[in-house]
């Protein structure tokens, strides 16, 4: 444990990627093989159960302190994160910290699980009592479920790769999946001599860079070098075929089990050893694709219902062929995996199984023009892929591009703020946004990033001089800052005062030109509406 | 009986003696209890302060003001307020002001802290029935590491940037904690370099009798110097600029309270964070209240509001002030801007 929480030090006080990954190669050298299992798995970002309600944690540390409970919140609201406010206001003993990681996670932490309050409660003071500040901290963060540390999840993978002397590309693929953090696992992660593919493995995802808004595709070299087809927004996903079992994986490396059942019918006639890689998308017996708002519906819906079935079918669109034969095609050019693709796809006809239509173009401006009807067919915009190019794991600069339409933008007034928390703890951050309606401002939207640090503090100036009123920690402001804010979309919802629901709202830029009354209205935005999503949305 | 001291826009005044302690705007008399510049402002025409600040304050000052020094504990009189300067422990020359007038005792503690100081005389309760104290650190998540543990990581992390071939670079507030720094460094690892307005300050501690190991200003190292394995103190406010190129592969580290905690340690970037301040911290603030016992605390520069609550809730009468020239909300800003470099440290 005292071996991690140094890691952890390490990791978090330098913002250089080579010393990160010299302190994770250098840890993964000292530590045991289940200690280090336990350590990829936090610092990919996988989290225990949340072990102990924060409130009592928050309770016991006042008591442990000695202080009364508003003093802890006054000390909480001002350092922003729980578990150093936790491990900063317990006074510190000189005291050793002793036993592995794993001793620590299966046998002292994993068990606080289940335990009545007063047994948690001893274990939980014991723990601050006889460790110092720094691993106390590290703790207190598994044990709330918020570490984090910076590290990407790559950056792991590459640590792992320098450690093992294995390639990356093979770490991530072992690492994807069901990884659980045992010894073996991480001895079979390292070992140069497995061959063994589990059959629900998935392979790391390729991923697309964007082409800013304002600049050309031009600059990416000759059209005839790529191929186009539209961007939808749905849920990516690899669909795998194998051993006569189907598995469907979502691109943030979640097993989707029996959420879609029609794509899983659908897989079960590809031939065993086949993966595509391709969107899940809310899609209409003719083809059209609905808007995202509607597979909303599906998501995070445990039971799926014939009803909704019926109301929204998804299909699965393939784009790319990463197993063919159980053989891995990642490292041939897209244009030789696409025509097997299609070769594939013409002898399995199934409604919810898909191939992506490529968008023909004779020049650049062709695409330019079509990507302008992205809007009214759902889309986001259009994938660019060049047709020479391997298949590339994580985000390769160069073979994928996504070129997105423009967001929608509005003009709207600041009227509300509050504190940021972690590293904003500090700065009103946090801001509402409204639009006019009549002579009223209605709240629409919610944004969180988008502004510089300079003018972050500006604003953060403003909101503490122009305070009119504040309930708990949200202050209203004199409504004067209008910002530019872009969204992702906009859909109707009656859950809002607006009647609108946004979706990645950011702020683009601080409109100093403009006056509250410059503002957008109401109906400005409710213009930006997809005319097929407004109204019949839940 | 009435308090002897009242808070104005002008800073505290004793309307008994006529004089205001730390004015932050120019006043005919001036009681200042340390040099650094937002307790000791230009403009008044009479300035009376502790005699180890003399060095200091003549170096910071306008030749033209008038100065009148006191050594620790000698009184002076003024208006019948018998006026006396003890040690604060918060960095050369530092005194908390005690006012007596019939029978009355009432003390401003200026910046202050507990505990010893290689380059100051360390501060000592003294018994009042008004205690004016600050609060820059009065939050529990506050409490201070051991110093000479500081100091030994301090000196360890030099040592391993050497090793490394780089230039060690680290802040702290040119006058108070950057001499105590340097006064903590163990010069047997390299060559110590100063930016100009520290080398300034090692010059007056010198002067006042203070002992520092030996200093350069970099200013005056030759053109091929080769900085790896150096150390150069600065000032914050150099962190990130151009003037930090001569140096070459640099390691930079920041000394101040603020670095207890992770949020102010990462926003500004350094490699490393060293808690070293010269404030009291959450336990040293209560045990200075314990030890004055005070029948009423004025609590200033901070965390008022905490302070004076927890205070009361302990049964002590308390009071937060908050300070005249800055609005409520500046005060928050005080607290928001923990980058060190407008700090009082
Ligand atoms: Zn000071």
Redesign the pocket.
């Known amino acids: 444990m005292k071996l991690f929480a140094e890691l952890y030090q390490l990791l978090d006080s330098t913002t250089r990627t080579n010393a990160k990954i010299s302190a994770m190669v250098d840890y993964f050298g000292r530590a045991d093989a289940a200690d280090a299992a336990w350590a990829i798995h936090f610092l990919s970002g996988q989290k225990l159960r949340r072990l102990v309600p924060t409130k009592l944690l928050r309770q016991w540390a006042a008591e442990e302190a000695d202080i009364p409970p508003w003093l802890f919140e006054e000390s909480y609201s001002s350092v922003g994160d729980l578990a150093e406010t936790i491990s900063l206001v317990v006074p510190e003993q000189q005291l050793e910290t002793t036993g592995s990681l794993r001793e620590w996670v299966e046998d002292r932490l994993q068990v606080l699980r289940g335990m009545d309050e007063e047994a948690q409660r001893k274990i939980v003071t014991d723990i601050w009592r006889q460790n110092p500040a720094h691993v106390r901290f590290v703790i207190l963060k598994l044990i709330t479920g918020a570490f984090r540390v910076g590290v990407s999840k790559r950056l792991v993978t590459r640590a792992l790769a320098e450690h093992s002397g294995i390639s990356a590309e093979v770490i991530a693929h072992r690492l994807m999946g069901t990884w659980t953090p045992t010894p073996e696992s991480f001895l079979r992660l390292s070992n140069p001599d497995i061959g063994d593919a589990v059959a629900s493995q998935p392979y790391p995802f390729c991923l697309a860079h964007a082409i800013d808004r304002d600049s050309n595709p031009n600059e990416l070299g000759n059209f005839s070098d790529f191929a186009a087809e539209w961007k939808w927004d749905g849920i990516r996903g690899q669909l795998i075929r194998r051993n006569s079992q189907t598995f469907v994986w979502s691109r943030g490396e979640e097993l989707m089990e029996n959420r879609w059942p029609e794509v899983e019918a659908a897989a079960a006639l590809l031939p065993s050893g086949t993966v595509l890689d391709g969107e899940i998308l809310a899609t209409q017996a003719d083809g059209i694709v609905l808007p995202f708002a509607q597979l909303q519906r599906r998501i995070n819906r445990k039971n799926i219902g014939r009803k909704l079935l019926l109301e929204v079918p998804v299909v699965f669109h393939a784009f790319d062929l990463l197993e063919q034969d159980e053989k891995d095609l990642r490292p041939l050019p897209w244009q030789e995996r696409r025509n097997r693709l299609q070769q594939l796809m013409s002898q399995v006809q199934h409604p919810q199984l898909k191939i992506t239509d490529l968008i023909p173009a004779e020049c650049w401006e062709d695409w330019a023009k079509t990507r302008t009807q992205s809007r009214e067919r759902h889309s986001e915009g259009l994938m660019l892929k060049r047709v020479d190019a391997a298949y590339d794991v994580g985000r390769v600069r160069g073979t994928w591009w996504k070129w997105k339409v423009e967001p929608y933008t509005i003009d709207a007034v600041l009227i509300y703020a509050q504190k940021g928390h972690g590293k904003r703890s500090n700065l009103f951050s946090d801001y509402t946004f409204a639009v006019w309606k009549g002579d009223q401002l209605v709240p629409f939207a919610k944004a969180y990033s988008g502004l510089s640090n300079s003018e972050l503090r500006k604003v953060d100036r403003f909101v503490r001089q122009n305070t009119t009123e504040a309930f708990g920690p949200v202050r209203s402001v004199q409504p004067e800052l209008v910002m530019e804010l872009a969204f992702e979309g906009l859909q109707a919802s009656t859950r809002h005062k607006s009647g609108i629901a946004t979706r990645f709202p950011r702020i683009t830029r601080w409109r100093h030109d403009k006056g509250a009354k410059d503002a957008n209205t109401l109906d400005d935005v409710l213009d930006l509406l997809p005319k097929s999503s407004s109204g019949d949305t839940p | 009986m009435s308090e002897l001291l009242q808070q104005t826009n002008r800073g505290f005044y004793c309307p008994q003696g006529d004089f205001h302690i730390d004015p932050h705007r120019p006043v005919d008399r001036a009681v200042v209890t340390?040099a650094?510049t937002d307790?000791a402002r230009w403009g008044s025409r009479r300035y009376l302060a502790a005699s180890p600040s003399e060095h200091l304050l003549r170096m910071r000052m306008s030749p033209e003001a008038e100065f009148q020094f006191a050594d620790y504990g000698q009184t002076i009189s003024i208006g019948g307020v018998a006026v006396s300067f003890h040690p604060a422990g918060?960095?050369l020359g530092s005194a908390q002001v005690r006012l007596e007038y019939r029978g009355r005792v009432e003390v401003v503690t200026g910046?202050y802290k507990l505990g010893s100081d290689a380059t100051c005389q360390s501060w000592q309760p003294l018994r009042c029935h008004l205690l004016v104290t600050e609060s820059t650190f009065g939050l529990p998540v506050y409490r201070w590491p051991d110093q000479q543990s500081v100091f030994a990581a301090i000196n360890q992390w030099w040592r391993d940037n050497r090793e490394r071939e780089q230039c060690s670079v680290l802040y702290g507030y040119a006058v108070?904690k950057s001499q105590r720094i340097i006064a903590g460094l163990d010069p047997e690892i390299g060559p110590i370099y100063c930016h100009g307005a520290v080398e300034k300050g090692n010059e007056a501690y010198r002067q006042t009798g203070v002992h520092l190991p030996p200093t350069m200003h970099t200013a005056k190292a030759e053109k091929s110097q080769r900085w790896a394995g150096a150390m150069v103190v600065a000032v914050p406010s150099a962190h990130g600029t151009p003037w930090l190129k001569r140096f070459g592969k640099t390691s930079t580290a920041m000394a101040s309270g603020w670095m207890a905690i992770r949020g102010p340690r990462r926003r500004r970037s350094f490699d490393r964070g060293f808690v070293l301040s010269d404030h009291v911290d959450w336990p040293s603030l209560l045990a200075a209240v314990d030890a004055c016992d005070p029948e009423t605390v004025w609590v200033t520069h901070g965390y008022t509001a905490v302070v004076a609550r927890y205070l009361k809730d302990k049964g002590r009468n308390a009071i937060s002030l908050d300070r005249w020239q800055r609005s409520a909300s500046d005060q928050e800003d005080r607290e928001a801007d923990t980058n060190g470099e407008e700090q009082?440290e």
């Open positions: 340390h650094h307790h918060h960095m910046d108070g009082s």
